[in-house]
């Protein structure tokens, strides 16, 4: 194909037309970064099952639409912003669901960008943001989750008031905003 022209691109209702060693190719990156992919989908959902389907869908969908990867460029973006958007999907879907993040926090925690070649980096910054907040906050905000309980159940098994823990909580995420956006706005203080 002419370096000035590109290929079509598929709807989710129309077969792929991509070269098969392209999408060998998209498929051979895509095991490359699935390390990056998995700890990237466990900072959207807490539960591990569903992340690990989250990265299997994902793996579909960028087999399915490979010819829309140009290679040279960054495949973790194009398959990042893949997943983000299969995330929201599911969170859209299973709303209901205890395990799943809301979706402020998911875009809290990442934005309106997918995410680059350093998402470690940001992981490690944002686990560094969570370290910073008090042990109790720290705490709830892992049984929330990590753990994906519900205020409720926090509330009993620490013998609080479900308030008590839904202000805890709220406290806390403000508290992971501002640790995040000065972080973004300077260097990365260790």
């Known amino acids: 194909m002419d370096e000035g022209k590109t290929a079509p691109k598929p709807t989710d209702s129309e077969p792929a037309t991509a070269d098969p060693g392209h999408t060998l ?34 793996f579909l969908i960028v087999s399915r639409k490979a010819d829309c990867w140009a290679e040279g460029s960054s495949f973790m973006a194009w398959a990042g912003k893949i997943l983000r958007y299969e995330a929201l999907h599911q969170l859209r879907a299973l709303r209901r669901r205890p395990m799943s993040l809301e979706e402020d926090l998911l875009e809290l925690l990442h934005g309106n960008e997918p995410p680059d070649d350093d998402l470690l980096h940001q992981i490690q910054r944002l686990k560094r943001c ?9 705490q709830l905000v892992m049984l929330r989750y990590h753990s994906g309980m519900l205020p409720e159940a926090i509330a009993k098994s620490l013998q609080w008031t479900a308030n008590s823990v839904r202000v805890t909580l709220t406290r806390a995420k403000d508290s992971l905003r501002d640790c995040m956006a000065k972080r973004e706005g300077g260097r990365d203080k260790k």
């Open 25 to 58: 190719e998209v498929q051979q990156q895509f095991l490359l970064h699935q390390p990056a992919l998995m700890a990237y989908a466990l900072s959207l959902v807490p539960c591990r099952q569903d992340a690990q389907d989250l990265v299997q869908e994902t």
């Open 130 to 138: 969570i370290q910073k907040l008090s042990p109790r906050a720290r």
